[in-house]
């Protein structure tokens, strides 16, 4: 396919999965898309129970909400056979694609996943000017995810019309739920990332840098946990008889304003943040339920350790101090993680020989959360290199906010790169070796 088809292609399929976003492990009509374009490129993806350690992953959805999007999921794709088999929270893809050549097992991971927003229906914006804005109300793609689908797809497909130069094989992870931590336990815990030897991931934008800015590796992940606290009090008639009742929503209310107030760590990078507050049923009604969704955060594990028992214990005593009980339930987890220099300075001259890119940066600070951690984590438990790349996208607005886009010549261009760096990877150690 000529470079400018190319392009276009996978800039439309980016605007449509932007236009259909779905939320972690609701990912239907994206999971059924995503292998209806690799079984279109002649490869055989697996998908559902088949890549999933059902009990490690976290933060899955109620059954209505599930069902709910499942059932929408069917109605725009008209492939129930296809989305039955994820039905519960599995999906996502994995899909090999074996070189025709001896060589080293890779692995690329690229997320699926939207944010809970309702996007921005000002014309400044692009995806509302142009029409492909979220149809899917309070889901929006605020982070990029649906370029990275494409990319991994545009990868697919370079791969595949190059199996015969390809050395070894390549694993591409199509990971749900990345969004909460959630999502990547459940692939390491299958043993899905076992065998690699090399693997990368990417993220478009975070810094501000334009398109043709690539900078090879990353640090500054945080480590975190996404929890759920439940208070659960007494419901009493607020007039009548109001000293039968044990107020939850105050107990929520004084641990948000406590888990604030946590004294920082001198140790390291900590955050502490209540996303969301939830309960009481009426005015004159003394509220028996409220519920805080929260996550804590540090820059090494001692860190985040410490924020997220100072946080439980917060809550804890705010529920004391009402008379509530306290149930708590953890929704998901990052972890800190470091790149492999080899690998990194590997994609870095992989970079500078691709044109598109103008600048090529040793290493960036994340300063955030990456689910992508387990499955780097694990590569690199079993003797394997791994290094995540921040690619330049000329972000209009921050990531996780109404007004979020990015200039899409980043995805063909990412895609290209990541095809170089597989194929580069092979040849390379079939010349060490020799």
Sequence with gaps: MEQAAFDKKYIALRREFHRYPEPAWLEYRTTARIIQHL???GLRPRWGRDIHQAEARMGLPGADTDAAWLARAVEETGRKDLIQGMAGGFTGVVVEIDGALPGPSMGVRVDID???LTESEDLSHRPA????????????????????IAIGLGLAELLAGSRDRLRGKVTLFFQAAEEGGRGAQSLVARGLLDHIRWFWSGHIGINDAPVGTVSASTYGFLSGTKFDVTFLGRASHAGKAPEEGHNALAAASNAVLNLLAIPRSGKGVSRVNVGMMEGGSGRNVIPDYARICAEARGGN????DYMLESALRVCRAAADMYQCRMEQEIRGRSMTVACDPELAEFAARRARELPGIREVVAASDMGAGENVTFMMDRVQKRGGK??????????????????FDFDEAVIPLAARLFAGIALGLGETEREDKG
């Design 386 to 403: 791994a290094t995540f790349l921040l690619l330049g996208g000329g972000i209009t607005a921050p990531h996780h906010s109404r007004a």
């Design 129 to 148: 000017r142009e029409g492909f804005a979220s149809c899917h109300p309070g889901a929006m793609h605020a982070c990029g995810h649906d370029g990275h």
């Design 301 to 304: 594990q001692e860190v985040s």
């Design 39 to 41: 079984e279109e490129l």
């Design 114 to 116: 939207s944010n809970d």
